[in-house]
Nanobody
Framework: QVQLVESGGGSVQAGGSLRLSCAAS????????MGWFRQAPGKERERVAH????????YYANSVKGRFTISQDTAKNTFYLQMNSLKPEDTAMYYC????????????????WGQGTQVTVSS
């Protein structure tokens, strides 16, 4: 089992920044990808970024490309989502998730989820 705990959410004005953290514990050795997802009320869940752990390669949704950065600290088994130039439309609950599958771009492959951290961006 893998446990994920997010932190770092909060309220910020448009144009501001936040850094989300995701601490992973448990049997993490077989994880292949870590992803950050978000879901706003009334909207579908969106994978905003993922990182392939073996290679460090990253993916970003078009809606956040150039503003968000996903990274990992392997020594701490912690993953981050640096969010800059935040917009009101970034307001959502943000979740980190892990998969042991190689198809990191397939959302149902993510089996382990954190409890979420709220991000609110005001205009």
């Amino acid at each position: 089992q893998v446990q994920l705990v997010e932190s770092g959410g909060g309220s910020v004005q448009a144009g501001g920044s936040l850094r989300l953290s995701c601490a992973a514990s448990g049997y993490t050795a077989t994880n292949s990808c870590m992803g950050w997802f978000r879901q706003a009320p009334g909207k579908e869940r969106e994978r905003v970024a993922h990182i392939v752990l073996a290679s460090g390669s990253t993916y970003y949704a078009n809606s956040v490309k150039g503003r968000f950065t996903i990274s990992q600290d392997t020594a701490k088994n912690t993953f981050y989502l640096q969010m800059n130039s935040l917009k009101p439309e970034d307001t959502a609950m943000y979740y980190c998730a892990a998969t042991t599958a190689w198809r990191c771009w397939v959302d149902p492959e993510y089996k382990y989820w954190g409890q979420g951290t709220q991000v609110t961006v005001s205009s």
